[in-house]
């Protein structure tokens, strides 16, 4: 077996116990922290496919940020065990659906020769120099700019909207402002006054 | 070298690069050990004279002892893990803590050719490897299962994350005008143009055209490794040690590994992306890895500095100024930089 068959079969096969113990797993917190472990073998899939920046990415933005701040929420969580079974009858015909779809979906992606997948050319060798984030970049800015830019003002958008639902000015909470703290004179605090002397 | 290298090549046959590439790696993580241990040792030493005191000077002369005397105690201390902890992720904490900062090592280059992963995706490496660091911390202030862990927890993914907003955004700078993600070539960058060419290299190297920015780097270089002043993560007067608190031994001698190897990370880093790395400052001194030591110290001197000077933020303070001020400034300053690379005043062509 060639090397990166090899590598291939390790980072498929603990991604694939990855993703099963996110959703096995009684505690909220192993879930997230073996969701960051599938992010992190997809990440080294993507590497061997010869897509650094895609890879580096997800790690990078899936890791180091979002899973950091789903880590923040849930860790603050107050986990009963007892009550997480709760509805789950009521759930299921959701959840079937949902994973009916992605079977079926994933059925299409992996019986990819049956419906003449083969006839795409294969993708040409990468030549001597060639920079993935490079090209990735010039796609991205001249074919695909209005589609790129048009998922920026989503984000854009969902940002501001997400602010706007959770911001609420609290009545009565006190706050200092530094540049008012700052700007305090020597005149606004002391107050010399001459006085006598007095005697007991 | 390659001629001296071949019987040794030979004797292990197909098993040889992988071989070689250990030999590296020891190569920079020895050196690595040694220099985190000194650091702890000058960090006393410089604090000490800063403050009029003499700092450790008992074990060995000069107590120059003193780091190998700390590391014999950590490592025979017992490593004592609480009942109520969480344990399996009680121990991966402090490892998760110190492999990301001995990972980024891979990409930095130490002299022209001189690197362990000449990758073109460099920058972003080093980018995605120090966002991981958060994650020690994280899990071990959970599992840890006690007040003060915890919070230090809550206050270090909230730092962690706001400061490399900043520090992603000084980095674009420097990647815009090197157009490469590979620190070698922004190093070979750095060492062309106007000034360089006339002899005075140190005014072509990026902190002069990129000044706020590397302030900006500096400053979020400090807030990300949690040190003094914005060490409120392990705050002592307010939580104790944070996420520190249970630790014991040798556990918690790889957080404080990993603190100190994250110190020179961000130091040489600094030193590759805005002090022009190898490059010798003026044109009739050779380039070489001594310029890159010498830069590297002087930077792990102004966090030594930094710690000796200001007075812990407080956590609102830090927020503050990393949503309100940085944040602005470095996305504005994007900008600038954006226009005069497609301006005719443009200094990099």
């Given at each position: ?200 | ?27 920079i ?75 980024a090592w891979a990409v930095v280059p130490f002299?022209?050719?001189g690197v362990l992963a000449?990758?073109?995706?460099g920058?972003?490496?080093i ?56 620190l070698s ?79 020179w990370l961000?130091?040489i880093l600094?030193a590759i992306?805005?002090?022009?790395g ?14 890159l ?57």
């Open positions: 077996m060639e090397f990166k068959t090899f590598v291939f079969y390790l980072l498929a096969t603990v991604m694939v116990f990855a993703a099963l113990r996110v959703v096995t797993v009684r505690n909220p917190v192993h879930a997230a922290l073996f969701l960051v472990l599938t992010f992190f073998n997809a990440a080294g899939i993507w590497l061997l496919l010869q897509a650094e920046f895609l890879a580096i990415v997800l790690v990078m933005v899936y890791v180091g940020a979002v899973m950091v701040l789903f880590l923040f929420v849930v860790m603050m969580l107050d986990i009963n065990i007892d009550r997480l079974r709760e509805g789950f009858w009521s759930y299921l015909p959701v959840g079937a659906v949902v994973g009916v779809i992605m079977l079926a979906e994933m059925v299409l992606v992996l019986s990819g020769p049956y419906f003449g997948l083969d006839a795409m050319p294969e993708p040409p060798a990468a030549q001597a120099g060639y920079s993935n984030t490079r090209e990735l970049g010039r796609v991205l800015y001249t074919e695909y700019v209005y589609p790129f830019e048009l998922a920026s003002l989503v984000l854009l958008v969902a940002m501001v909207a997400a602010v706007a639902l959770t911001l609420r000015k609290r009545t009565g909470s006190r706050h200092l402002d530094p540049a008012q703290q700052i700007a305090v004179k020597r005149a606004d605090r002391i107050a010399l006054v001459s006085m006598p002397a007095e005697k007991e | 070298m390659e001629a001296l290298l071949e019987p040794i090549a030979s004797l292990f046959g197909a098993a040889w690069p992988a071989v070689w590439t250990l030999a590296k790696i020891v190569a993580i020895a050196p690595l050990m040694i220099a985190v241990a000194y650091l702890t040792y000058f960090e006393r030493k410089i604090i000490g004279y800063m403050q009029v005191r003499i700092g450790p000077n008992r074990v060995g002369p000069l107590g120059l002892l003193q780091p190998i005397a700390d590391g014999v105690k950590l490592l025979l201390k017992e490593v004592l893990v609480p009942s109520a902890t969480s344990k399996g992720l009680f121990i991966l904490g402090p490892i998760l803590a110190i492999a990301p900062s001995l990972a002299w022209d050719g000449d990758v073109d995706a920058l972003l490496f980018l995605a490897i120090t966002s991981l660091e958060v994650y020690g911390v994280i899990i071990a202030g959970w599992a840890s299962n006690s007040k003060y862990p915890f919070l230090g927890t809550m206050r270090a993914a909230a730092q962690m994350v706001s400061y490399e907003l900043a520090m992603g955004f000084a980095l674009i700078c420097v990647l815009m005008i090197s157009a490469s993600l590979n070539e922004i190093v070979r960058v750095q060492g062309q143009g106007q000034f360089a060419d006339m002899g005075l290299g140190f005014l072509s190297w990026n902190w002069l055209p990129l000044f706020p920015m590397f302030v900006v780097y500096l400053i979020s270089g400090i807030a990300e490794t949690n040190r003094a002043p914005f060490d409120v993560v392990e705050g002592e007067s307010e939580i104790v040690a944070g996420h520190m608190v249970e630790y014991s031994g040798m556990t918690f001698a790889l957080f404080f590994l990993a603190e100190y190897a994250n110190m961000v130091s600094t992306l805005f002090l022009g190898w490059l010798s400052p003026v044109g009739f001194l050779p380039d070489g890895f001594h310029w030591a010498i830069k590297t110290s002087m930077v792990v001197l102004m966090f030594l500095w930094a710690r000796a000077t200001f007075p812990r933020f407080r956590y609102d303070h830090i927020m503050r100024l990393g949503w309100k001020v940085f944040l602005p400034v470095t996305l504005f300053w994007v900008l600038v930089v954006a226009v005069w690379i497609m301006s005719p005043l443009s200094i990099w062509n």
